[in-house]
């Protein structure tokens, strides 16, 4: 298949699928389409995908074929293998001789140690019983010393374990939660619903993506424009979570995967609200579409984020909005 090929020859020359979109010019998702198969490259991607693989364009279309085996795949035994495995079985049994012998040795020891052990003890116990009259209950000040350090520790440790708890490891929840619940295909999970499950649109699609070969979760609303376009809105939740989120908006040809208008920039999670302007670190399409096109993708982007929240309640996630680091957000659903 091509698309199986596309996928090896990327990971042969070890590209990610961002890295490939870019030296295409076409979009990550188009990549992801070709790859499981749901579109198919134009020649004129096929010819580049040859070029940059370094293969031909045969090699690219025709599917692998496995070699037969040859006939040196399987060799006879050797004539001394029947010695070699009674010297292993010799082997073996010497060292399991060798480890009861140790134990016998240490249980011995031990129980020499506990004999002088319990008659120290007996001594202690005569020196204790004639100093009675010489002890007593005082506090000394290496007692308050020791409570006060028996205190801060106790202390730090309670610290340590709150602070353990407040850890957020909100991609690994989220990964899990995916490969749990969702669809294994190849080397990808997906879990999508009707996003009208949670507060959106029947028409569009929620979903969650977990990409084996990367370290982020990607959150995606999909829609049908016509026959011709859809429109897809990304927010994806990295490993190391640092409550800014990289955002993708791809207005592209259903067909082929490959974008029309496209979008990217990131938000910061505290300060965004529904009416905060997206900024822009690229864009793809004409420039006098741009604010018509970054306007559309604001609005997609906030519904994108009050279905996540919604999805955050409905699945019970254990995260809240909150500690996903949007703090001022209210979707307008009006």
């Known amino acids: 298949m091509l698309g199986d090929n596309i996928r090896k020859y990327r990971k042969l020359n070890n590209m990610s699928q961002d890295e490939l ?6 979009t990550r998702q188009s990549i992801s389409l070709w790859e499981t198969g749901q579109t198919q ?10 070029k940059l693989f370094k293969v031909s364009t045969d090699e690219l279309l ?3 074929k496995a070699e037969p085996p040859t006939s040196n ?3 006879d035994p050797k004539p001394d293998e029947p010695k070699n ?10 060292a399991v001789i060798a480890v009861a012998v140790l134990v016998t040795v240490v249980f011995v020891w031990l129980g020499t140690g506990d004999n002088s052990r319990n008659n120290d003890r007996k001594n202690d116990s005569r020196d204790d019983a004639e100093n009675d009259d010489q002890t007593t209950a005082i506090v000394t000040e290496d007692d308050t010393e020791d409570d006060t350090e028996a205190t801060t520790t106790t202390a730090d440790s309670t610290l340590e374990e709150e602070t353990v708890e407040n850890e957020k490891d909100i991609f690994g929840y989220l990964k899990e939660f995916v490969i749990e619940k969702g669809t294994i295909n190849g080397d990808y999970c997906y879990y999508a619903k ?3 499950n949670y507060g959106g649109y029947a028409s569009e699609s929620f979903s969650l993506y977990y990409w084996g070969d990367t370290n982020v979760i990607e959150f995606c609303l999909h829609s049908v424009i016509d026959e011709t376009f859809s429109i897809n809105f990304y927010l994806y939740v990295p490993e190391n979570h640092s409550g800014k989120y990289e955002y993708i908006s791809s207005y592209y040809y259903r067909d082929t995967g490959e974008a029309l208008y496209e979008a990217r ?5 505290k300060d965004f609200t529904d009416n905060y302007p997206l900024n822009c670190s690229k864009y793809l399409g004409s420039t006098e579409e741009q604010n018509a096109f970054m306007e559309m993708s604001r609005q997609g982007i906030c ?16 995260y809240s909005f909150e500690d996903f680091g949007f703090l001022k957000f209210e979707l307008d659903r009006d």
């Open 21 to 26: 979109a870019e030296k295409l010019n076409v």
């Open 85 to 94: 495995k009674i010297r292993t079985l010799l082997l073996i049994l010497g």
């Open 194 to 196: 009707s996003a009208d």
């Open 73 to 75: 795949t399987v060799t």
């Open 62 to 64: 025709v599917p692998d």
């Open 41 to 50: 490259p134009s020649l004129e991607n096929i010819v580049a995908l040859a």
């Open 303 to 318: 519904d994108l984020l009050g279905c996540l929240e919604k999805f955050i309640e409905v699945e019970d996630i254990k």
């Open 265 to 269: 920039g990131t938000i910061t999670a």
